[in-house]
């Protein structure tokens, strides 16, 4: 294996970082004539110069090393963005500020910032542009610059485009890269459009940035709780659209908005939205709940689709049951193809499909009874796939809350942060709930969350191929 290659794509990815630094370094000096953000994007370029220059030959690149590529990517995106948080003194130590990069890069939204607003504009302006780059930005950076490399794009895009459906929109990968991050851009500009009428020009595109990647950090110490009802409203239907499968926004423009009735994943995922807003209104009324039906519906389109933003305190929501309604969203996730994580409700539904045929086939054993979703049959390949992720995905929830039990944690905060990491979620429950953070976790439990987050990130394969011997042999 060489490593040539995969030097010089992080050279160029560190490059690209540090000129989007600029930006909040400008802001930075505008605002206290400070130029500790200018020095490190300078820094960061003259050193990524070099490593790009000895390795610029380098065009020998084997599909293997795409999934080291990959996660080197995210990672070397997460210690590059931790710089700038450690360096302002805001965030208490190192584990802190690179706990607020990867949750960024990961669009998870978990935070360790107890006063969000008494931030400098310039961090959090970065702070905002990670979860934005880490949305669609690291995938489309990836798929461009393969190429160049001597590799498909299409490996990578299977690989880290969130979801089990994602799909080719055109004949071309880097055809499809360029329209996915067309419509992510323009996505970007419309909502910022939008929030500009009751919000501030900073505040308006730092939740842009954050929406759009399902990210969920917020310029405001309550995140939208103390926004009016329209940029609630609008928020809402814009997360909505980022927990639509890409590919099916792309259609839609072609085909018209039947493309979105026809999709029976679609259709799953809006009843979903609506059956657990119905119940926990229902339970809400029932108990004379404060809540009202926007922010309820809010911050269960918030959860689906792993979004994070809260727009209601709904730890303090009662029954029980209205709160855990919410924490079986943390594992659903919205559609594949989308910018949102937890499992996919296309592999959910994939499952139950495929326990009803095993239990057809338990009475009829010589049957050849197909997994259907609507017209299409999935593969045998397919399930294998679905199954195994779902195993994974289950066991590393179990690991982690037994081990954040044993850290201290109790067994509710425990069960939540496991969720909320692998779901890339944000607020969780218990002492992780709705308007708290995560600076009083265990160090130990920080760096579990920070793994738990790139694993269920990059969709746990990815990251779990390094740990095999397999891969590291020749």
């Known amino acids: 294996m060489s490593l040539r290659p995969t ?34 994007s300078i820094i960061a370029i003259l050193c990524a110069l070099p490593v790009w220059y000895l390795s610029r030959k ?56 107890t006063d969000i607003e008494s931030m400098p504009r310039s961090i959090l302006l970065w702070r905002s542009f990670l979860q934005w780059f880490g949305g669609l930005g690291i995938v489309i950076f990836t798929i461009a610059l393969l190429p160049l490399l001597g590799v498909s794009g299409e490996k990578i895009f299977n690989l880290e485009y969130p979801g089990p459906s994602s799909e080719k929109i055109t004949p071309r990968i880097k055809d499809t890269a360029r329209l996915l991050l067309k419509f992510y851009i323009g996505f970007t500009l419309a909502l910022f459009l939008l929030l500009s009428y009751s919000m501030s020009f900073f505040d308006a595109i730092c939740h842009a940035m954050t929406t759009m990647p399902s990210g969920g950090f917020s310029t405001f110490n309550d995140s939208i709780n103390g926004q009016g009802n329209y940029v609630k409203s609008v928020i809402l239907v814009f997360m909505l659209i980022t927990g639509t499968n890409f590919a099916l926004h792309f259609r839609s423009v072609n085909l018209g908005l039947k493309s979105y009735q026809r999709d029976r994943e679609f259709q799953y995922y809006i009843l979903a939205c609506i059956l657990f807003t119905g119940l926990i209104l229902s339970f809400s009324f029932l108990n004379e709940g404060n809540s009202s039906p926007l922010d309820v519906a809010f911050q269960t389109v918030s959860i689906i689709t792993t979004t994070g933003y809260t727009a209601t305190d709904y730890s303090s929501w009662t029954p029980f049951i209205s709160q855990y309604l919410l924490y079986i969203l943390m594992f659903t996730g919205a559609m594949g193809g989308s910018t949102s994580g937890g499992i996919k409700i296309i592999r959910i539904v994939a499952l139950y499909k495929y326990v009803r045929v095993e239990l057809k086939r338990a009475l009829h054993e010589k049957a050849i009874i197909p997994v259907r979703i609507g017209k299409k049959v999935l593969s045998d390949e397919l399930i294998r796939k679905t199954l195994a992720f779902f195993l994974f995905y289950v066991l590393f929830f179990f690991l982690a809350s037994i081990i954040f039990v044993m850290l201290g944690d109790n067994l509710e905060s425990s ?52 740990f095999t011997r397999t891969f590291w042999r020749s």
């Open 58 to 113: 380098a065009k020998s690149f084997s599909n293997k090393d795409v999934f080291l590529v990959i996660v080197m990517c995210w990672i070397s995106a997460a210690l590059f963005g931790s710089i700038p948080f450690h360096l302002s003194d805001a965030f208490g130590g190192y584990s802190n500020a690179l706990f607020e990069a990867v949750s960024g890069v990961t669009t998870t939204g978990a935070t360790i910032l």
């Open 415 to 466: 069960i939540g942060a496991a969720a909320s990491a692998m779901g890339n979620i944000g607020p969780s429950i218990g002492e992780y709930g709705a308007m708290d953070n995560y600076e009083s976790m265990h160090i130990v439990g920080k760096y579990l969350m920070m793994f738990g987050m790139i694993l269920g990130r990059l969709e746990i394969f990815a990251v779990l191929v390094l």
């Open 7 to 40: 030097f010089r794509l992080l050279s160029i990815l560190i490059a690209v970082l540090s000129v989007f630094l600029l930006i909040p370094a400008t802001l930075e000096y505008y605002d206290s004539s400070n130029l500790y953000l200018f020095k490190i």
